[in-house]
């Protein structure tokens, strides 16, 4: 019987402990979230952030953008942002339109407020195995999931599908900062199954409909990442749930299995950086 890696009930058991920390705060830390555009998801997604820091009783600031705003604009708000003592976090929802540099804009945010972990000083940090003021969110929140379940992965061969910046890259070095092996795949791997199937844990982080049943090693963990509307509008991942599930020790759902690792992520970074700021004072 295969293992459901839950995401919704380690989330709900990490922001409990999350809340009575905060408790004893006399000064609730502070989200700076900039919003560009209508995109849907992003919406959504920051909704979401919105909505999970405000039960935990930490302020969040949602600042939305047309989709027309100039580069200069945003580099302006980001620079008072990072002058502004009462802010502890910022995020940056991507994706940005076409007219503004993504890269720009996130290496203008202090790496002390960049509550994703994609400032240079902070990745650099983490290829060079210093450590960052926080992890990237969502590869953060796959490794507490998968500590939780007690899986290990020193020694073991992780594959990963997907090289994004937020995801597969940072993923990949943390993985061999704790001695996995790491094969990492894309658009242009040639074979995939025959990599994928080696992967003692198989981590799918694409958008589409990509890992089948013969693409997975019996009895090993797959995680999900991969977040998109079907055909019929429904949320799914690049996993084929249902045939995958019955081949694997572990596996993820979605949704229910990485995205809420994500939100918790973001919540524990901006108090990471809260703490940090206010140690610094002191
Ligand atoms: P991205 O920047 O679009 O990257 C997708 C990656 O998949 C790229 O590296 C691409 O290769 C690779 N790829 C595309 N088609 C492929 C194929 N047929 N075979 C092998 N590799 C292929 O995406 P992202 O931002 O990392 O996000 C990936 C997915 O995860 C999306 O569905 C996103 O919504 C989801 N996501 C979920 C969470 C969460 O909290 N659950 C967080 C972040 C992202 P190339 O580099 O060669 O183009």
């Known amino acids: 019987m295969t293992v459901i890696l839950d995401g919704k009930k380690l989330r709900d058991e990490l922001l409990e402990k999350l809340a009575v920390k905060l408790a004893s705060y006399p000064v609730m830390p502070k989200l ?23 039960k935990l009783g930490i302020i969040s600031d949602v600042i939305n953008y047309p989709a027309t705003v100039s580069e200069n604009e ?10 502004d003592k009462a802010v ?22 202090s790496p002390i407020k960049d509550v994703d972990g994609f400032t240079p000083e902070n990745f650099g940090k983490l290829l060079t195995g210093e450590k960052p003021y926080v992890y990237p969110c969502t590869p953060k929140g796959i490794l507490l999931l998968l500590d939780k379940y007690g899986i290990e992965v020193d020694g073991k061969h992780v594959v990963i ?24 795949c894309h658009s242009h791997t040639k074979n995939l199954q025959e990599i994928t199937k080696t992967a003692d844990v198989l ?25 998109f509307k079907d055909e019929t509008g429904k949320t799914r991942g690049d996993v084929d749930f249902a045939n995958v599930s019955s081949k694997t020790a572990f596996i ?24 940090i700021q206010n140690q610094k004072k002191s």
């Open 161 to 184: 599908v997907g090289r994004s910046n937020i995801v597969g890259k940072p993923l990949a070095i943390m993985l061999l900062n704790r001695n996995a092996t790491v094969t990492i």
């Open 88 to 109: 502890n976090a910022i995020l940056v929802q991507l994706p940005l339109p076409e007219h503004i540099d993504k890269t720009k804009i996130i290496n203008a945010i």
């Open 252 to 275: 993820t759902p979605v949704p229910g299995g990485v995205g809420p690792m994500t939100i918790t992520s973001l919540m524990l970074n901006t108090v990471e950086l809260f703490d």
């Open 32 to 54: 700076a979230v900039i919003l560009v555009g209508d995109n849907p998801a992003s919406k959504i997604y920051v909704n979401n952030k919105k909505k999970t820091a405000e």
């Open 203 to 227: 981590i799918s982080a694409v958008g589409e409909k990509l890992i089948e049943d013969n693409m997975v090693k019996i009895n090993g963990v797959v995680v999900d990442v991969g977040i």
């Open 74 to 83: 945003l580099l302006e708000k980001i620079n008072e942002l990072n002058n």
